[in-house]
């Protein structure tokens, strides 16, 4: 996995609460057996026509905003399936960093399982960067994962919170499973034990 | 010893390893697996030489890409890249030797009614499977949640899962539901009382009479629809209703070991004084069978109201509302009786078990469905099929003029062949009525398999009640 540090990049604004992940990736792009080439059809049917010609006023197509990577979406993003292939998608794009005021569990792990930082600010927060988004290809932010800021850009401030041990694994782009297998004894123990406790599991 | 909730019960037994920081490693009984989201990672297995560590505890079934109709085995029945994904499953599932019930067997369905049939998913258990609605399992007072692809993998080689303890919810449904009202409209009515993320970050447990008085089927569908209240999980205590539905299921304990399940089992409920961080209680009277009107599940009302206006909502829910009536092609005021549909999805996996189609037939059941309709049962596995076919429910849908297919996910998430058309209308049994779910441009109105075989007749939305 790609290391997270220090991101500054064009943030687009995405003010629409309850984006599922059928809306992120629609079930169609699902078939795929491969991690990848998922980017070109995130918010697919909100991007493209049936045709699959481009909607100019959808904020991905305007040309200020075609080299996005950071998201500032509204509460509860990433509702729905459990799949994956929507922060695939989302990091194929090349979207780095989400900004809400929620996200739904199971996308909100999925994200720094692919070098992708979700970030949860208050409504007045996610307000002051959905405005600053709003600007365009001028308004460029900086996430800075080590120090838990983001600096608009006018230069505002703003910390956020972000779990240690997920900070840790994105700064350094370690891989989980890996880390796991580090406590191989620990898991041993644990399962002859429950094998003792439990064997009609 | 402080009080414990069931959640905490569940996960203290199952906790592996924990650091200082309160990250840890759950360890997992049952692994459920589809064809959908485990290729990456039984390619990731692959691509770093890791085995499976559990085999034994990994099932695998293919059931979102499977086709419903007659003579599926045909592979022209399957586009491509649908062929591709199912056939990985079967190369994945013989190369790391997990159980697998390949879509020529009949026991195949959709992964979340497989298991707890099969008997794999069993009360105190950690379930996880690559897909959101594993909450199903947790009907059983088994800890059961979605997970993504990346976690698939790591459960894979690992036998756990990298967790931090979620907080307890309580949603509590009090005294008897009216007649009329099933599982499905509780579970639709809690989310319209907490919204879609109301749940985020919590484990709930379901409690109160009116979920003691649910079958194992109610108590499964109340659960499925966990994660569309944004709980990764919902839990029911198990009681005998659970180890009656249970016993003798081909996986279940025998015997002995039958005993001492059961033993460990009757410790499963949360302690008087147990502490839950939210609580929602909702008396069981008030419930009303219930219709969703907009693309989010928590745009849920009773059958007798009216489509809401955009201004009603308040802060990001106005534009989601006005854009969710535009997109379903209704009118603020509009009366929910008077939605016409052309379209009924009967199965998934919130209901397409037995008592789901019991309820079908009860409903049409020497009638027939409106002219100009498309009705589709699609059993949960096929197991259920065959039940229902026994029971003489197939010919009681063939002659109401439904169609009566083969398990799987179907037109729930559409994947297969089974989807609307550009501005098709249906009523649906399935869990979720996002845009775009059913089919392109296809709208989606979420409601009970009573309140569906009703709408399949009079061809609009219809409270059940008055054909009662």
């Known amino acids: 996995m790609d290391k997270f540090e220090k991101l500054t990049g064009i943030a687009a604004p995405m003010p629409l609460v309850n984006i599922d992940t059928d809306m992120i990736i629609p079930k169609v792009f699902l078939k795929s057996i491969q991690r990848t080439g998922f980017g070109v059809n995130l918010f697919d049917e909100m991007r493209y026509t049936r045709d699959g010609a481009e909607i100019a006023d959808f904020v991905l197509n305007k040309p200020q905003y075609r080299s996005t990577e950071i998201l500032v979406a509204g509460d509860n993003f990433g509702c729905g399936s459990s799949r994956e292939h929507a922060p695939w998608a989302i990091a194929d794009f090349g979207i780095k960093c989400v900004i809400s005021t929620s996200f739904a569990d199971i996308f909100f792990n999925n994200c720094f399982k692919n070098g992708i930082l979700p970030i949860v600010l208050p409504q007045e927060q996610v307000d002051v960067l959905m405005a600053d988004a709003e600007k365009g290809e001028n308004a460029r932010m900086t996430v800075d994962l080590e120090a838990q800021e983001i600096t608009t850009s006018d230069g505002e401030v703003i910390s956020f919170e972000v779990d240690s041990f997920k900070k840790h694994c994105l700064l350094e782009g370690l891989d989980d499973i890996g880390l796991t297998m580090e406590k191989a004894a620990a898991i041993d123990t644990f399962e002859a034990a429950a094998a003792q406790a439990r064997p009609w599991v | ?468």
């Open chain 2, 1 to 468: 010893m402080s009080p414990k909730t069931l959640y905490d019960k569940i996960w203290d037994a199952h906790l592996a390893h924990e650091a200082e920081d309160g990250t840890s490693l759950l360890y997992i009984d049952r692994h459920l697996v589809h064809e959908v989201t485990s290729p990456q990672a039984f390619e990731g297995l692959r691509m770093t030489g890791r085995k499976v560590r559990a085999p034994e505890k990994t099932i695998a079934v293919p059931d979102h890409n499977v086709p419903t109709t007659e003579g599926r085995e045909d592979p022209a029945q399957m586009t491509e890249e649908s062929r591709i994904q199912v056939a990985a499953l079967d190369t994945n599932a013989k190369e790391f030797g997990v159980h697998y019930y390949p879509v020529s067997d009949v026991r195949q369905g959709i992964v979340h009614i497989v298991g707890p049939e099969q008997g794999w998913t069993l009360p105190g258990m950690t379930v996880v499977c690559g897909d959101s609605h594993t909450a199903t399992h947790g009907a059983f007072g088994a800890l059961a949640h979605g997970i993504g692809t990346s976690e698939v993998e790591h459960v894979l080689a690992t036998q756990t899962l990298i967790q931090k303890k979620s907080k307890n919810m309580k949603v509590e449904i009090t005294g008897k539901l009216m007649p009329g009202v099933t599982a499905k409209d509780i579970t639709l009515a809690v989310i319209g009382e907490t919204g879609t993320g109301g749940g985020t970050g919590y484990v709930i447990e379901y409690c109160g009479e009116a979920i003691r008085d649910l079958s194992m089927e109610g108590r499964m569908t109340v659960c499925n629809m966990a994660i569309e209240g944004g709980a990764r999980a919902g839990l029911i205590a198990p009681d005998q209703t659970t180890y009656d539905y249970v016993n003798g299921r081909p996986h279940a304990p025998k015997g002995a070991q039958w005993e001492a399940a059961l033993t460990w089992w009757k410790t499963l409920f949360t302690d008087e004084g147990a502490h839950f961080d939210k609580v929602v209680t909702l008396k069981g009277e008030d419930i009303q069978p219930v219709v969703t009107w907009g693309t989010s599940p928590e745009d849920v009302l009773p059958i007798t109201g009216v489509v809401p206006n955009p201004e009603d909502f308040e802060g990001g829910k106005v534009e989601a509302a006005r854009r969710s009536i535009e997109y379903m092609g209704l009118t603020p005021g509009q009366k929910l009786t008077d939605i016409e549909i052309d379209t009924v999805f009967i199965g998934s996996c919130t209901n397409g078990r037995i008592e789901d189609f019991r309820a079908v037939a009860e409903v049409v059941k020497g009638k027939k469905i409106k002219d100009g309709m498309r009705a589709m049962i699609v059993p949960g596995s096929g197991l259920v099929r065959l039940q229902a076919e026994e029971e003489g429910l197939a010919d009681i849908f063939r002659e109401a003029g439904f169609e009566w297919r083969l398990a799987g996910c179907s037109m729930c998430l559409a994947m297969n062949p089974d989807q609307l058309s550009e501005g098709e209308r249906c009523a649906a049994t399935s869990n979720r009525n996002f845009e775009g779910r059913q089919g392109y441009k296809g709208r989606t109105h979420l409601v009970s398999p009573a309140m569906a075989a009703a709408a399949a007749l009079t061809g609009k939305l219809t409270d059940i009640r008055e054909m009662m």
